[in-house]
């Protein structure tokens, strides 16, 4: 008796913490997994090339929040909320090209499966592109999509001049699994589903 409830308590924890983090996709269907990282993941690590003294020219890695969307509604495209008084924006400002790094590392989904950061089983992407200001209707889905994963952001000082950008995807690498990266097209990446199952 003792011996079942405690299985069944570990199997209510294990079903838990399962959907807390839903099911990641099957490593082959490629676009799918970055579609799920790209929405699990509410910040990223982005790289510009520097414009400040003394590394012009050299790469320049920063932590950024970041949404593709409310939790449930995805839409693949990687929002910010950017001030022109950040060493970063200001990069973009001389060269709007970066890259942008998420890891399901963030979500403590390797950390629960044994998967070192670099294994490529604690599945990873990189995004190629550049940072793009955004207006209108889709400025108030950056925001919406922003400000309800990152409520604190409402509160952010107002003479920051604070707007609304997205990262304008050109090519997204994926290590998912052994055998080295694989890339997937622009095309590919948002025809797919971010779920773990089918649409
Ligand atoms: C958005 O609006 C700003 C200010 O009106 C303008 O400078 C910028 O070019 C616009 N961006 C786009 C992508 O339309
Ligand atoms: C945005 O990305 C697309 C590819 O998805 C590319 O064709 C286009 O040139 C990019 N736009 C800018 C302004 O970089």
């Known amino acids: 008796m003792q011996t079942m409830s405690t299985f069944l308590r570990t199997t209510c924890l294990l079903l838990l913490v399962a959907s807390s983090w839903g ?15 790209a ?10 090339i520097s414009s400040h003294k ?6 320049f890695s920063n932590v950024f929040s970041v949404s593709d969307g409310p939790r449930g509604s995805s839409s693949g495209v990687p929002y910010m909320y950017l001030t022109r008084m950040e060493i970063s924006v200001q990069d973009l400002e001389v060269n709007p ?35 793009l200001e955004v207006n209108g ?11 309800s994963r990152h409520p604190e952001m409402m509160d952010w000082p107002s003479d920051h001049n604070w707007f609304f950008a997205k990262f304008n995807i050109t ?11 694989k890339t997937v097209s622009p095309d590919e990446y948002f025809q797919a589903s971010p779920n773990g199952k089918h649409n």
């Open 54 to 59: 003394p590394v012009v020219g050299q790469p």
């Open 171 to 181: 090519q997204v690498w994926v290590l998912d699994y052994f055998g080295g990266v």
């Open 23 to 37: 099911r990641v996709p099957p490593h082959d269907q490629v676009a799918r997994v970055a579609r799920f990282i």
């Open 39 to 48: 929405h699990r993941c509410d910040w990223t690590s982005m790289a510009t």
């Open 137 to 147: 209707t889709e400025a108030d889905f950056a925001k919406k999509s922003l400000f």
């Open 97 to 131: 090209q970066a890259s942008l790094s998420m890891s399901l590392a963030q979500t403590g989904y390797c950390r629960q499966q044994g998967f070192d950061p670099q294994s490529p089983l604690c599945a990873h992407i990189i995004l190629s592109g550049s940072v």
